[in-house]
């Protein structure tokens, strides 16, 4: 696949050129497309989606971060995308992260337009109006996997950590705290300490995993049924990786 998502930024010999349709034919021609936004150029059809199970959703984001940090994304056609995907959407995947602008989740994990849906918030806290978004993208849309992930030397965290109080954010600071009182740190517990920091980060997408399965039983059902794969998941800024964590 790597030579397909080389075309058409870089020339290739007539040779790879070949090999590289050959590859996108075979792949389509047998009725597989096991990526998430293959080849860019068309978002996700609801046959395709029906037929990637949560597992195989997992592995195709694993992929798409691997391309992000490789620096060789999916060349994406957002007009074609758009235009396929108008009439109807057929997500895989949901994903619940932090409003930082250094952890979008369609960049890092390489996805399209129609690919999934995007919640953001600080501090990816879970709240009841994102468990029902959440509630609306897997069981009524059809997404099989939902993403919770934190990132390192997050903003939010570091202000819970602070106690800051400011307007309306103290009251989302609050639902921070539980990952704080959990985590168990030996070294300095400041907001100074990158490593704590991300301790914390790490315990509040676990604490947040789990507010999500009590709040939501529709949610937990679809799990338990092995219809939808619930997983946290820590990016980190730096190197820009996503580690899976549950
Ligand atoms: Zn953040």
Request: glycine share 8%; no cysteine.
């Given at each position: 696949m790597r030579a397909v998502e080389a075309y058409p930024f870089k020339p290739v010999s007539s040779r790879r050129r070949f090999l590289a349709t050959t590859a996108a034919f075979s792949l389509t021609s047998i009725g597989i497309r096991a990526q998430l936004s293959?080849?860019?150029?068309?978002?996700?059809?609801k046959e395709q989606r029906d037929r990637m199970t949560p597992?195989?959703?997992?592995?195709?984001?694993?992929k798409g971060?691997?391309?992000f940090r490789a620096?060789?994304?999916t060349p994406h056609d957002y007009r074609d995308q758009k235009r396929s995907s108008a009439a109807g959407q057929f997500p895989a995947v949901a994903f619940l992260g932090c409003?930082?602008?250094?952890?979008?989740?369609?960049?890092?994990?390489?996805?399209g337009i129609g690919d999934g849906f995007n919640a953001r918030v600080a501090g990816n806290v879970v709240n009841d109006d994102l468990t029902g978004s959440l509630e609306f993208a897997c069981a009524v849309a059809g997404a099989k996997v939902i993403v919770l992930f934190g990132h390192t030397a997050c903003g939010a965290i570091k202000g819970a950590i602070d106690d800051v109080e400011m307007g309306n954010l103290t009251g989302l600071l609050a639902r921070v705290k539980p990952a704080i009182s959990a985590t168990t740190y030996t070294g300095t517990k400041s907001s100074k300490n990158g490593a704590y920091v991300d301790a914390v980060a790490r315990t509040n997408v676990l604490v947040g995993l789990d507010n999500m399965r009590r709040r939501s039983p529709i949610?937990?059902?679809l799990e338990k049924k092995k219809a939808l794969l619930l997983v946290g998941g820590m990016y980190d800024l730096t190197?820009?990786?996503v580690e899976f964590i549950s």
């Open positions: 293959a080849r860019g150029d068309a978002a996700l059809t597992t195989e959703i997992l592995d195709e984001l694993k971060n691997e391309r620096g060789k994304p409003i930082d602008s250094r952890a979008p989740a369609e960049i890092i994990f390489d996805t949610l937990a059902d190197s820009g990786v």
